[in-house]
């Protein structure tokens, strides 16, 4: 079983709806990162998170610590947020990510 | 200012040459990490740097992979006696100091091994 773990794998949103995308890991963290990719395209980092909630345009990340489980949120989506999501967590007080498969959005005009 | 710089963008080898992968981080950023995105897979990280402190090697999957950064800026990743499970995109990120900071990361590597 992987220690980060991502749903859904893929998802199809036509443009405008409200999207969420989940992510569960097993280990103790000390923050947790979410992350897009672009296909063809380089990684950026949207959000870190140690606890409670971060808000960047319509973007929303979410994390509970005691369940474990984290949540990026898209309002009114748009086709320009189709990529590729990824999860990561930082194990306690190690220096290494641990990813996630990632969850592929696309979102249709 | 600046972001990350990875060189060459593309890399194609044959199986058993050595190869080099640069990173040039962010001015100022002392920390750096190297990961691998292999096609269909996720991305794995294969080793720190932190300022002059010993690198974290904890990811590294074999012997054949090295990395040193001197200087505390630029960072080069080499991988003698390339195989074709080698072939993969290969990421550097940096960030400001060591711990729950963001992370900038380059355009990747893509190497190709034959």
């Known amino acids: 079983k992987n220690e980060v773990e991502q749903s859904p794998q893929n998802l199809t949103a036509q443009e405008g709806e409200f999207i969420t995308i989940n992510c569960s890991y097993s280990?103790?963290?000390?923050?947790l990162h979410w992350l897009q990719q672009h296909p063809g395209g380089g990684i950026v980092s949207l959000f870190m998170?140690?606890?409670g909630k971060k808000k960047h345009g319509r973007l929303i990340a979410t994390i509970n610590i005691q369940e474990k489980h984290s949540s990026l949120h898209i309002t009114a989506s748009h086709p320009r947020d189709s990529a590729v999501y990824i999860c990561?967590?930082?194990?306690?007080?190690?220096?290494?990510?641990?990813f996630g498969t990632g969850t592929l959005l696309a979102v249709q005009p | 200012g600046a972001g990350v710089s990875q060189s060459p963008s593309n890399k194609v080898t044959e199986k058993g040459k050595d190869v080099e992968l640069r990173c040039d981080p962010i001015?100022?950023?002392?920390?750096l990490y190297w990961y691998r995105q292999s096609l269909g897979q996720g991305l794995e990280f294969l080793i720190y740097?932190?300022?002059?402190?010993?690198?974290?090697k904890s990811g590294l999957p074999s012997d054949r992979f090295s990395a040193e950064r001197t200087g505390g800026s630029v960072s080069t990743l080499t991988i003698q006696r390339t195989q074709q499970e080698d072939s993969a995109v290969y990421l550097c990120?940096?960030?400001?100091?060591?711990?729950?900071?963001?992370?900038?990361f380059g355009p990747g590597t893509r190497l190709l091994v034959l």
């Open positions: 001015s100022g950023h002392t920390a």
């Open positions: 740097f932190q300022g002059n402190s010993a690198p974290d």
């Open positions: 998170l140690s606890s």
């Open positions: 990561a967590v930082r194990r306690g007080a190690t220096n290494k990510l641990i």
């Open positions: 280990v103790g963290i000390s923050a």
């Open positions: 990120a940096s960030s400001l100091s060591r711990g729950s900071e963001t992370q900038y």
